[in-house]
T-cell receptor
Framework: EPEVTQTPSHQVTQMGQEVILRCVPI?????FYWYRQILGQKVEFLVS????????KSEIFDDQFSVERPDGSNFTLKIRSTKLEDSAMYFC?????????????FGPGTRLTVT | GDSVTQMEGPVTLSEEAFLTINCTYT??????LFWYVQYPGEGLQLLLK?????DKGSNKGFEATYRKETTSFHLEKGSVQVSDSAVYFC??????????????FGTGTRLKVLA
């Protein structure tokens, strides 16, 4: 069964460093998302992406964040200068359609630890 | 704004016990509702969904009914197994009003089933 994959599974970085989290969505999906979950808190929406541009972004997704689909398969989230509060589990998701009844398929997540 | 409220965990049950995990929502439009499950070390997997009022989603013995009058989508299972131990997330997606279909998640409820 097709699945969303994410790399790395765990990333440790120092404050102020840049990180890139990678995702390979399901191949025929057109809509892509990033969510994050700070330990013990809710899963929060960060950004949605369609047709090579951002569809919507949350207040969390400030100028330190960017997303890119550099080729036909990868979808990346970059944090330019990490802060301690960026430590969280980051989930990538994709969907075939953005209609309400279509589910999003999630990857296993990347745990980001900023020290 | 839209929101999802889930019962606090953890929930600890004996095998074959009846499970209910409460979920209520607030939404301006007519959301689709989802239950996702996360097993240890894995991503979020869709468990079931309902896209309109009075719909019942079901999968693997789990059920949830979309109740518009009580704005609820409670998850139930008649007889839990040890293998059901996981974290369960309630989520909504509402785009007809906002134009986007991001998920809004509850906090997640950890279920532990004892043999």
């Amino acid at each position: 069964e097709p699945e969303v994959t994410q790399t790395p599974s765990h990333q440790v970085t120092q404050m102020g460093q840049e990180v890139i989290l990678r995702c390979v969505p399901i191949s025929n999906h057109l809509y892509f998302y990033w969510y994050r979950q700070i330990l013990g808190q809710k899963v929060e929406f960060l950004v949605s992406f369609y047709n090579n541009e951002i569809s919507e972004k949350s207040e969390i997704f400030d100028d330190q964040f960017s997303v890119e689909r550099p080729d036909g398969s990868n979808f990346t989230l970059k944090i330019r200068s990490t802060k301690l509060e960026d430590s969280a589990m980051y989930f990538c998701a994709s969907s075939e359609s953005r209609q309400g009844g279509y589910e999003q398929y999630f990857g296993p997540g990347t745990r980001l630890t900023v020290t | 704004g839209d929101s999802v409220t889930q019962m606090e965990g953890p929930v600890t049950l004996s095998e074959e016990a009846f499970l209910t995990i409460n979920c209520t929502y607030t939404a301006t439009g007519y959301p689709s509702l989802f239950w996702y499950v996360q097993y240890p070390g894995e991503g979020l997997q869709l468990l079931l969904k309902a896209t309109k009022a009075d719909d019942k989603g079901s999968n693997k013995g789990f059920e949830a009914t979309y109740r518009k009058e009580t704005t609820s989508f409670h998850l139930e299972k008649g007889s839990v197994q040890v293998s059901d131990s996981a974290v369960y997330f309630c989520a909504l997606s509402e785009g007809a009003t906002s134009g986007t279909y991001k998920y809004i998640f509850g906090t997640g409820t950890r279920l532990k089933v004892l043999a």
